[in-house]
């Protein structure tokens, strides 16, 4: 009997053994299971991580990108706040109301028609030059002189109040000039070196005389427009000598005496 006694707690020692035997094993494994997971679960947040990292470089990248294209247009001849049209090998440049008070620099070497105008060195087949509706205080005389094919001018609605003598010397082929609504207080006899010049407007400004032979050297004149001056006095022979001359507007002036309109045979309006 003591014997079976012994032989029992024999057994329940191996029992017991081999229970904490088995717990060992499944507590181990559920640790290596939990410890995969946790593996799975860091893996799969670094792809995740790595794929927003992608996407984020990706999208800085294009944003890079697209200022460099920016960049680039500007640098191909289009300013900064300015409109820009492309025919072929010829720049249109717009940059009117955009308040300029000095010239862009990054234009095109083909420009052709410029609203208002950047660089003009090197321009030397510009046509057009719109410099309207800014705040120029002066004609920009040594930038014109780089323009010999300008045909046409625009440099109304500024502030100028003063048109040097030799302003437009270089500019031969000018057909077109209109100082319309600026501060000019003197007829400017810079124009004598326009023998082409067709259209002339000088409306709208603080002009209060026209000099004797105000014309010679535009024997082209087409059409003339002084309206809308304190003009007080007009030298008789101011308008002398226009045999193309067909429309003069002279209204809303203070005129006392006309002057004399001998050779002005084409006239039709007045």
């Known amino acids: 009997m003591p014997g079976f006694v012994t032989l029992l707690a024999a057994f329940a020692a191996l029992s017991a053994g081999l229970r904490n035997s088995v717990a060992g094993v499944e507590m181990h494994h559920s640790l290596a299971v939990q410890e995969s997971s946790l593996a799975v679960q860091e893996s799969s947040l670094a792809g995740l991580e790595s794929a927003a990292a992608g996407v984020n470089s990706s999208a800085v990248a294009k944003v890079e990108t697209s200022g460099d294209g920016d960049r680039g247009a500007g640098r191909s001849g289009c300013p900064g706040r300015c409109r820009c049209e492309v025919d072929g090998l010829l720049h249109r440049v717009d940059c009117s109301d955009q308040g300029l ?9 083909f420009t ?4 208002p105008i950047g ?14 509706d800014n705040s120029l205080t002066e004609v920009p005389v040594e930038a014109l002189s780089e323009l010999p094919a300008l045909q046409a001018m625009t440099l109304a609605l500024n502030h100028i109040s003063h048109v040097p003598d030799h302003a437009f010397s270089k500019l031969g082929r000018l057909v077109v000039l209109d100082l319309n609504y600026n501060s000019l207080v003197e007829f400017p006899t810079a124009i004598r070196s326009l023998s082409h010049l067709k259209e002339l407007g000088f409306h709208s400004n603080n002009i209060q005389s026209i000099p004797e032979h105000a014309f010679t050297g535009n024997p082209s004149l087409i059409t003339i427009f002084f309206y809308d001056n304190p ?40």
């Open 101 to 109: 008070r000095e010239i862009p620099s990054n234009l095109s070497v």
């Open 231 to 270: 003009i007080q006095s007009v030298g008789r022979s101011a308008f002398q000598n226009l045999p193309e001359l067909r429309t003069l507007d002279l209204s809303y002036n203070q005129i006392q005496t006309l002057p004399n309109f001998s050779g002005c045979e084409s006239i039709q309006k007045m």
């Open 112 to 115: 052709s028609y410029l609203v």
């Open 119 to 132: 660089c003009f060195s090197g321009l030397r087949s510009l046509r057009h030059l719109w410099l309207d």
